[in-house]
């Protein structure tokens, strides 16, 4: 905004002495009000490394959250500018946006998008009175330390691992199942608790193991699990390793169930695994795409040309809590933000939902899908 569009200094000012400091501080004013006259919102997100597929569709669900809420007027009436940033789905990257964020005096964050760098970069977020929250963190040690600035729209890893167990259980009981990890720390944890509440339901793992995702050692691996028989494969890993290990599986003759997690809901998966991806489980959030109140902005991505899968929806409903949590209180004010998401219940594109004490969306669960033809959709 420049000063032609809200104040106008008059130039029979300076040509009648108006003085000096008075004209500063009129200026300094207009400068202030200009300064004011918009929020920025961080946003971070992976744009490089393993994980840039699911980051594109937070940062696309973003963006057009932020053009349709500025198109109303934005955040308690300042339009809305996006400063958007790369942390790799790495913790110190993550520090490092963190540390820019609060530098820079950004208060409001959609982000991280992997668990470990939301972790990282919440300590600095909190500490800062910063209002973050997370389209796509599932790690229940986010929201269990109890910081009262952090939130996330998504689920938690606890009540994934708990699904994949169940069905692992109930389908594939009397089949031998072998539970992978690789070295990242979402992949360890949810394999961790995927195969404690196997165990703890009755049914064991005929191999529980951990690997170093590369085309050799996948082709190892493959080659071990179908000498040992292994029937259903549980990996904790992102789209692309998974998409590597299931394709040079099959180029080996090794087609067992696979079954994945939220990391591989990105057409990355299909595009990596190829036709092999076709019948793999995966557990994912509920898919907001099939909810009534989402409809107008699946519609407006559709007529642009996108699918907007995986976490699009859950990037839009983040920006968009934010701002219904500000207009509402009617400041851009990151912990009264805060303090009115703990409290209130809004209306997103996920539907009626709130916020428990924690910061954990309510309402919102896993399910199970299927993968068929480069897509995914609901499990029978």
């Given at each position: 905004?420049?000063?032609?569009?809200?104040?106008?200094?008059?130039?029979?000012?300076?040509?009648?002495?108006?003085?000096?400091?008075?004209?500063?501080?009129?200026?300094?004013?207009?400068?202030?009000?200009?300064?004011?006259?918009?929020?920025?919102?961080?946003?971070?997100?992976?744009?490089?490394?393993?994980?840039?597929?699911?980051?594109?569709?937070?940062?696309?669900?973003?963006?057009?959250?932020?053009?349709?809420?500025?198109?109303?007027?934005?955040?308690?009436?300042?339009?809305?500018?996006?400063?958007?940033?790369?942390?790799?789905?790495?913790?110190?990257?993550?520090?490092?946006?963190?540390?820019?964020?609060?530098?820079?005096?950004?208060?409001?964050?959609?982000?991280?998008?992997?668990?470990?760098?939301?972790?990282?970069?919440?300590?600095?977020?909190?500490?800062?009175?910063?209002?973050?929250?997370?389209?796509?963190?599932?790690?229940?040690?986010?929201?269990?330390?109890?910081?009262?600035?952090?939130?996330?729209?998504?689920?938690?890893?606890?009540?994934?691992?708990?699904?994949?167990?169940?069905?692992?259980?109930?389908?594939?009981?009397?089949?031998?199942?072998?539970?992978?990890?690789?070295?990242?720390?979402?992949?360890?944890?949810?394999?961790?608790?995927?195969?404690?509440?196997?165990?703890?339901?009755?049914?064991?793992?005929?191999?529980?193991?951990?690997?170093?995702?590369?085309?050799?050692?996948?082709?190892?691996?493959?080659?071990?699990?179908?000498?040992?028989?292994?029937?259903?494969?549980?990996?904790?890993?992102?789209?692309?390793?998974?998409?590597?290990?299931?394709?040079?599986?099959?180029?080996?003759?090794?087609?067992?169930?696979?079954?994945?997690?939220?990391?591989?809901?990105?057409?990355?998966?299909a595009t990596f695994a190829g036709?092999?991806?076709?019948?793999?489980?995966?557990?994912?959030?509920?898919?907001?795409?099939?909810?009534?109140?989402?409809?107008?902005?699946?519609?407006?991505?559709?007529?642009?040309?996108?699918?907007?899968?995986?976490?699009?929806?859950?990037?839009?409903?983040?920006?968009?809590?934010?701002?219904?949590?500000?207009?509402?209180?009617?400041?851009?004010?990151?912990?009264?933000?805060?303090?009115?998401?703990?409290?209130?219940?809004?209306?997103?594109?996920?539907?009626?939902?709130?916020?428990?004490?924690?910061?954990?969306?309510?309402?919102?669960?896993y399910v199970l899908y299927v993968?068929?033809?480069?897509?995914?959709?609901?499990?029978?």
């Amino acid at each position: 905004m420049g000063l032609s569009d809200r104040t106008v200094i008059r130039g029979d000012m300076i040509r009648r002495g108006a003085p000096l400091l008075a004209l500063a501080g009129l200026l300094a004013g207009v400068l202030s009000s200009a300064a004011r006259a918009e929020v920025v919102i961080g946003v971070a997100v992976p744009r490089s490394g393993a994980y840039v597929g699911v980051g594109e569709q937070v940062l696309r669900g973003v963006e057009a959250a932020a053009r349709d809420f500025n198109a109303k007027g934005g955040l308690d009436g300042q339009p809305i500018r996006l400063d958007v940033q790369d942390d790799a789905c790495d913790s110190n990257k993550a520090v490092a946006v963190a540390n820019h964020y609060a530098n820079s005096g950004v208060r409001l964050v959609v982000g991280h998008v992997c668990s470990n760098a939301s972790i990282a970069a919440s300590e600095i977020y909190a500490a800062n009175g910063t209002t973050m929250i997370t389209a796509a963190s599932v790690s229940s040690r986010l929201t269990d330390r109890g910081l009262p600035t952090i939130f996330r729209v998504c689920g938690r890893d606890d009540d994934q691992a708990k699904l994949s167990a169940t069905v692992l259980a109930e389908r594939f009981r009397d089949r031998k199942i072998a539970i992978l990890s690789d070295q990242t720390p979402g992949a360890r944890n949810l394999a961790a608790a995927t195969k404690e509440n196997l165990n703890r339901i009755g049914t064991n793992e005929a191999i529980s193991t951990q690997f170093t995702p590369s085309d050799g050692d996948d082709a190892a691996l493959a080659d071990r699990l179908k000498e040992a028989g292994i029937a259903v494969v549980y990996y904790g890993g992102d789209a692309r390793e998974m998409g590597r290990l299931v394709r040079i599986s099959a180029e080996r003759g090794f087609k067992p169930q696979w079954f994945g997690t939220s990391a591989i809901a990105t057409q990355e998966f299909a595009t990596f695994a190829g036709p092999a991806s076709n019948g793999a489980l995966m557990t994912f959030y509920l898919d907001p795409r099939r909810k009534p109140e989402a409809a107008q902005v699946v519609q407006a991505f559709k007529a642009e040309g996108t699918e907007p899968e995986g976490s699009t929806i859950y990037g839009y409903a983040a920006l968009q809590a934010l701002v219904a949590a500000g207009n509402f209180a009617r400041s851009v004010d990151s912990r009264r933000i805060a303090a009115t998401l703990h409290s209130e219940r809004f209306d997103l594109v996920l539907g009626p939902v709130g916020f428990d004490a924690k910061g954990d969306v309510t309402a919102q669960g896993y399910v199970l899908y299927v993968w068929k033809d480069g897509t995914f959709t609901y499990a029978n």
